[in-house]
């Protein structure tokens, strides 16, 4: 300080307006002689080895760092004044007075006299330790995202609103049959079947649309025609650029929709027969009712039911009944068209709805029925064969029987009163009913 009272005004000014940028920089800024003593530092060293001016100017390294720990230090100094040649690299020292270890980008330059001797070094480190921080957590993260991407049981993919794939993981690149990089800046049909990413570009552009994350089922066909279906989460997201892209989570449930189809089936199947259930029968029974009285169209509805089916069981065991029940099933089958429902709705008794179809009609189909089943033989173990019959009620829907309930009542009635008739025959009206022409 005392020096710089004898320099002029101006050149004074000048200077401590110097010292004042190099206090600001936000680096640490230092000058060494040719032993390693500091020739001059700027405030923030001194902030650093929490030291004064006069503590640090003349002083070594050896007492602000753990040289032990921080050889680079050394080695750096030493390598710019003995070759002349500046370096810029990373240093890692130890400071004795907070013990913290500390990661600098530092640049180091020889000074020289006028006569171009090396005189000593001056160097500027810039503290980068949060950012080299920083830089290990984030290839940690990454590396970490790597190996779920790659292992998950999951197709991952990223598209942007112009349909392109701007990544895949490797489970994605598999199911289309590419390696990734020829995926990955493609839109979806160069990759996919036209109908396939069309079919998948629906929740893509509902997520686009709404801005909202959209899930729910898809399903992929290959190449074999084979499907496979997914539970998918489609997430919106912007990227740094400002693209508008979407991340896709696509689990492979084909296995869950296989079983829940099987599920779906045995639940509206007998079976025994294999024929539509009870179940079945009347809740198709009832969206076929309601859907015929919009529409003021008449559907009928046939019972039918095995004469003397409990001799049969009586004298050739339940199985030959089970069989004879799957005989007629089959026999019964091919008679009725696709819109018919033909069900198992009891023990030996079945139904067949005939939408759009009325009664003189539905009478004639009964009578096919009962000619069919009449014609069946059944093999018994004894060897002979058995023969069965039915008998069989028939109704259709009206001003006065429009419900399930009703339809099935009076079929049932005249079913009974079939059987009364001496059975194996089909009836249409009750007992005291006017005949049909005149309804
Ligand atoms: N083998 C077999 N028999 C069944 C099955 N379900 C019901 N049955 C039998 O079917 C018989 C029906 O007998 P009933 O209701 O008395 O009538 P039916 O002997 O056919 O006499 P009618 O109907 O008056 O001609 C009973 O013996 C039941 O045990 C089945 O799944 N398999």
């Known amino acids: 300080m005392s020096n710089d009272a004898a320099l002029p005004t101006a050149l004074l000014h000048e200077l401590l307006a110097l010292r004042n940028v190099l206090d600001e920089t936000g680096a640490y800024i230092f000058c060494k002689d040719l032993q390693g003593r ?35 230090l050394r080695e750096h100094d030493q390598q710019v004044m003995r070759t002349g040649e500046p370096i810029e690299q990373e240093e890692l020292n130890y400071v004795r007075e ?17 006569e171009g001797h090396i005189v000593g070094l001056c ?13 290990a957590q984030l290839a940690e993260q990454h590396q970490l995202l790597q190996t779920v991407l790659a292992h998950v049981d999951a197709h991952i993919y990223m598209k942007d609103d112009q349909r392109r794939f701007q990544y895949v993981n490797a489970k994605t690149a598999a199911l289309f049959q590419r390696p990734a990089a020829d995926i990955i800046g493609r839109r979806d049909i160069e990759v996919l079947k036209a109908e396939t990413a069309d079919a ?29 279906h997914y539970w998918t989460v489609k997430v919106p997201l912007k990227t740094e650029a400002g693209h508008r892209v979407l991340i896709g989570f696509s689990s492979d449930i084909t296995e869950l ?28 029974a009832e969206t076929e009712l309601s859907r015929t009285q919009r529409h003021q169209r008449r559907i009928s509805l046939v019972l039918l039911d095995i004469d003397q089916f409990k001799a049969i069981n009586d004298r050739h ?21 696709r819109e018919d429902l033909l069900a198992r709705v009891g023990g030996e008794e079945f139904a067949v709805l005939l939408p759009d179809t009325p009664l003189d009609a539905a009478a004639l189909k009964a009578e096919q029925l009962r000619a069919a089943v009449q014609a069946l033989r059944i093999p018994t173990p004894q060897g002979s064969q058995l023969q069965l019959s039915i008998s069989l009620g028939v109704a259709q829907t ?24 001496g059975r194996n025959q089909v009836c249409v009206e009750d007992a005291s009913e006017p005949p049909a022409e005149f309804r």
Not at 402 to 419: E, N
Request: charged residues 30%; neutral net charge; aromatic residues 8%.
């Open 398 to 421: 009206g001003p006065s029987c429009d419900a399930l309930t009703t339809l099935y009542a009076t079929a049932d009635r005249r079913l009974y009163r079939a059987k009364h008739l």
């Open 317 to 337: 065991g339940h199985s030959v009944g089970d069989d004879a029940l799957r005989a007629l099933a089959e026999a019964l089958r091919p008679l009725v068209r």
């Open 38 to 72: 500091y020739t001059y530092v700027n405030q923030l060293v001194l902030d650093l080895f929490g030291r004064s001016r006069e503590q640090v100017l003349g002083h070594e390294d050896s007492e602000f760092f753990d040289l032990e720990r921080s050889s680079q």
């Open 257 to 284: 929709v296989r079983l829940r189809e099987q599920l779906r089936q045995q639940s509206v199947t007998d079976s025994l027969t294999g024929l539509a259930n009870r179940r079945h029968f009347v809740t198709t």
């Open 123 to 135: 160097g500027i480190s810039t503290d980068i330790t949060e950012r080299k921080r920083i830089e």
């Open 200 to 228: 998948l570009w629906d929740m893509d552009r509902q997520v686009f649309e709404s801005g909202r994350p959209q899930s729910g089922e898809e399903t992929i066909i290959d190449a074999e025609g084979r499907s496979s």
């Open 98 to 114: 907070t013990g913290e270890q500390r990661i600098y980008w530092t640049v180091k330059k020889p000074v020289r006299d006028p």
